[in-house]
């Protein structure tokens, strides 16, 4: 008898208790808009924003309606315009190169390396030969790229950089929390993030001007004094004639929820990584495939699984998925021709023209991708293991007995 998996990818956990309680308080009141407070009430959101600044150690945050929103409000709020071109890497989520289009900004992708991180040789050679002064950061499925050199070569060549943490809320590089090292980090709080209020999102960084004009962009009115993860006043006086009201804001009802999500955050963290190590230690020398070794530097966040099947033709990579499939265990691809459910590659999003990254491309063929919902136990992981490793090796041999096989 195959061993079957009978888990669900796309369950989370259900919201902590004292949320529901936060909830159900805040709907008993009515008062769900941010700036709705009686006296003295300082509202969930303000309190959200205050305690996501002090997790990461940002001076300020912004709490918005969802990571796409962030990355756009972000943008605009650096002063990115209609027509400017925006580097982003070749390997992220359709909302990021959305974003750049959204604003009527050109995304400019940059190729990724075989540790599905940014290409810093290649970056260097974008910002040189397309003259783009700002980079929005993909930290894509939670791998990060040495940061510290990152910094230091858009700081010389004057490149301003947006930080996308949807993947690694509570990760860090070199001990500096990820999101803290670029002028503005934005974070998702949807369903399938770190945190979960069903949509949301958040943005942090240490430039008062940048944040003002993120909370009035974000929909503030005039009532940015109800904020207090926020810079003085002196400094919204000085852009709130000059930057419009584009409705974003999120309400008191998701703070709520997600206020005993933060505090729990470090330990969900844990959680995420020891499911992550268990689905490693089983993959461990399985002939044909390649796990990614993570650098010490990282702290990374294992809510969800990479390896490589590299140098595998296609029908027996597919034949891979649907084995695996029909024991369980839903693994997506990078490789394929259409984009599948929430799957998605640089080269079908046609809006934004891109000559072929053949690196990348090589990358992507074999990336196989699955998500770790914090419902699984680690048995489940080991079990989840097993079934690759056994569905891998047998069409591997095969593969090799067929000659077909490059590498
Ligand atoms: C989910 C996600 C976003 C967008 O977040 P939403 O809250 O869904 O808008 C952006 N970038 C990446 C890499 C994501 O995974």
């Known amino acids: 008898m195959k061993e079957v998996f009978t888990g669900s990818f796309t369950q989370q956990e259900p919201i902590p208790e004292e949320g529901i309680a936060a909830a159900v308080k805040a709907m008993r009141h009515g008062r769900l808009h941010r700036y709705n407070l009686v006296e003295g009430e300082v509202g969930e959101v303000a309190e959200l924003e205050q305690e996501f600044a002090a997790f990461t150690g940002a001076k300020y945050c912004l709490a918005v309606a969802s990571g796409g929103y962030a990355l756009g409000c972000a943008m605009r709020a650096v002063g990115v315009a209609p027509g400017d071109k925006v580097l982003t890497n ?14 009527g900004a050109v995304p400019v992708f940059v190729e990724v390396t075989q540790d599905l991180t940014i290409d810093l040789d290649d970056l ?16 894509m499925r939670g791998h990060i790229c040495d940061m510290d050199r990152l910094m230091v070569l858009c700081d010389r060549a004057g490149v301003t950089v947006i930080e ?39 943005l942090i960084s240490d430039d008062p001007e940048v944040m003002a004009r993120a909370i009035f962009l974000s929909g503030s009115y005039m009532l940015y004094d109800r904020h207090r993860a926020a810079p003085p006043a002196e400094v919204f006086e000085r852009v709130k004639f000059d930057t ?27 959680k995420w990584n020891r499911l992550y190590r268990a689905v490693e230690a089983g993959l461990e020398n399985t002939p044909g495939l390649t796990l990614f070794r993570r650098p010490a530097a990282e702290r990374f966040v294992g809510s969800s699984f990479q390896f490589l099947l590299k140098g595998w033709v296609t029908a027996k990579l597919q034949e891979v998925l ?51 919902p914090l419902t699984f136990s680690t048995a489940d992981c080991e079990l989840i293991a097993r079934i690759i490793r056994a569905e891998v090796s047998a069409l591997w041999q095969a593969e090799e007995g067929s000659g077909a096989a490059t590498g």
């Open 322 to 372: 649907r084995r695996c499939a029909a024991r369980g265990v839903e693994l997506k691809w990078f490789g394929a021709q259409e984009p599948v459910a929430f799957t998605s590659r640089y080269d079908h999003w046609r809006y934004a023209a891109t000559p072929a990254l053949p690196q990348t491309d090589a990358v992507l063929a074999g990336l196989i991708d699955m998500r770790l």
């Open 90 to 103: 070749a390997f992220t989520l359709a909302p990021v190169p959305g974003a750049i289009v959204g604003l």
């Open 244 to 270: 419009p009201n584009i409705s974003g804001r999120m309400d008191n009802l998701r703070a709520a929820i997600l206020r005993p999500q933060l505090r729990a955050l470090r330990g969900q963290c844990e």
């Open 124 to 139: 260097e050679r974008q910002i040189a030969a397309t003259g783009a002064r700002t980079l929005l950061l993909s930290h």
């Open 164 to 202: 996308d943490c949807a993947h690694t809320m509570g990760a860090a590089w070199n001990g500096v929390p990820s999101g803290r090292h670029g002028r503005v980090g934005c974070y998702s709080t949807q369903t399938y993030k770190h945190m979960n209020s069903g949509e949301g999102g958040l």
